[in-house]
């Protein structure tokens, strides 16, 4: 049974950092291509970043810069570093990955960016 776990938001004033984890119990980890979305009120569910296996990274425009996607195999976990966070950050954020024949998801964790 794979299951993902996020964990890391919370409440961040605008300027400010935080770093998501994606714990995941999966076979071979190594080999899968982690991705993170997040939804925010009202709005579709956007992908955020991606890492594949070779350690290759993607990133949607509106954060490029300012958000970090990495991973550490010997923990099954990626993970998410948000810096220079704005109130447009706001959303729920979930990681994600495809194992055949199905994509699988995290439950979700708040980020709220406000003053």
């Known amino acids: 049974q794979v299951q993902l776990v996020e964990s890391g938001g919370g409440l961040v004033q605008p300027g400010g950092s935080l770093r998501l984890s994606c714990v995941a119990s999966v076979i071979a980890f190594n080999i899968r291509t982690i991705h993170w979305h997040r939804q925010a009120p009202g709005k579709q569910r956007e992908l955020v970043a991606t890492?594949?296996?070779?350690?290759?990274?993607y990133y949607v425009d509106s954060v490029k810069g300012r958000f970090t996607i990495s991973r550490d195999n010997a923990k099954n976990t990626a993970y998410l570093q948000m810096n220079s966070l704005k109130p447009e950050d706001t959303a729920v954020y979930y990681c994600?990955?495809?194992?055949?024949?199905?994509?699988?998801w995290g439950q979700g964790t708040q980020v709220t960016v406000s003053s």
């Open positions: 890492i594949t296996s070779a350690g290759t990274t």
């Open positions: 994600r990955l495809f194992v055949p024949t199905r994509d699988y």
